[in-house]
């Protein structure tokens, strides 16, 4: 069975599975305020509809700015099928930078299943599951990786910051404990923050 991050849930821990349709098995407990868990996938065989859209935008990708989420929700915004913001940005961004963001696997709007209380529905995002990964910190302090590294791990935050910006979701870059190393060196997040950053260039 397949392990998947489950990202943005607010889910009531009464029930052992995350979704109406039963597919996705609670591994770890979760309650209301609970935003990061893990859940198994018990039909790995089975697409989601995330997987399709996947493979929709790889295949009209000359048709997308990649870069400039605000046009693409433009184009798709009489697609009854079009994915929400938050998977869009997931997808557009790992075409982008591949490893660097994880793999999202699958989404839907809903209550889930067990919550008591909760009238109004949310987000459910299913990622790639990075939470055995090195985090960046703990890569730093190993002899391993040479000064160069380490400056370019540094040079390429750099360089990220105005393109996760543009999708809301920069602060994936200020949290030390979502950046983790993946595979050899390469610098990627655990999930995307869309916590708003300050202005840095604040108007007067």
């Not at 075409?95 to 709007?109: C, G, N, T, Y």
Request: glycine share 6%.
């Amino acid at each position: 069975m397949q392990k998947i991050l489950e990202q943005e849930t607010q889910r009531a821990n009464r029930e052992s599975y995350l979704d109406d349709h039963r597919r996705y098995r609670c591994l770890t407990s979760f309650n209301f305020d609970t935003r990061l868990g893990q859940v198994e996938d018990t039909k790995p065989g089975t697409p989601t509809n995330v997987q399709a859209m996947s493979q929709t935008l790889i295949q009209n990708g000359e048709l997308f700015d990649l870069t400039c989420p605000e046009a693409m929700l433009i184009q798709l915004q009489d697609d009854p099928n079009a994915p929400s913001p938050v998977v869009l940005c997931y997808l557009s961004l790992r075409l982008l930078f591949s490893e660097l963001i994880p793999r999202i696997h699958d989404a839907w709007v809903g209550y889930g299943t067990g919550q008591v209380g909760i009238d109004e529905p949310r987000q459910f995002v299913l990622i790639q599951n990075r939470s055995q990964l090195p985090t960046l910190a703990k890569a730093w302090q190993d002899p391993q990786y040479g000064n160069e590294q380490l400056l370019a791990w540094m040079e390429e935050m750099t360089e990220l910051w105005p393109q996760l910006l543009a999708w809301g979701c920069a602060a994936s870059l200020l949290d030390e404990t979502n950046l983790c190393i993946w595979g050899e060196g390469i610098l990627a997040v655990r999930y995307l923050d869309f916590t708003p950053v300050p202005d840095s260039h604040p108007r007067p």
